[in-house]
């Protein structure tokens, strides 16, 4: 199983971006998806998740109504959409595929995941 990562970068405060996440191996449309992140010397951290249908998605308090995570199961990918970023944004992110088919709700525990792609650098920086 192998995910990759893309779309991170460098983004003033109040831009946008967005970062995808293709995955290969498995059978994309049977599993939940999430977005983790890590700060430079912080702990990693939930940043949101969509359940194996896509109908239902979670995210960490503080990016939500800013962050919108999405798949396309057509194309093996989930998005992560951020918009109104601010410099406590700034982390590698990573995707991450849950270990559990058809997973009944959202687990915002890494530990639920076992298969993660390999960051992208978001730097929010005036």
């Known amino acids: 199983v192998q995910l990759q990562a893309s779309g991170g970068g460098v983004a003033q405060p109040g831009d946008s971006l967005r970062l995808s996440c293709v995955v290969s191996?498995?059978?994309?449309?049977?599993?939940?998806m999430a977005w983790f992140r890590q700060a430079s010397g912080k702990e990693r951290e939930f940043v949101a998740a969509?359940?194996?249908?896509?109908?239902?998605?979670n995210y960490k308090e503080s990016v939500e109504g800013r962050f919108t995570i999405s798949r396309d199961n057509a194309k093996n990918t989930v998005y992560l959409q951020m918009n109104s970023l601010k410099p406590e944004d700034t982390a590698v992110y990573f995707c991450a595929i849950d270990a559990v088919p058809y997973r009944i709700g959202l687990a915002p525990e890494g530990g639920n995941y076992d298969y993660w792609g390999q960051g992208t650098q978001v730097t929010v920086s005036s």
């Open positions: 969509t359940t194996w249908s896509g109908k239902s998605t």
């Open positions: 191996g498995r059978t994309f449309n049977n599993y939940a």
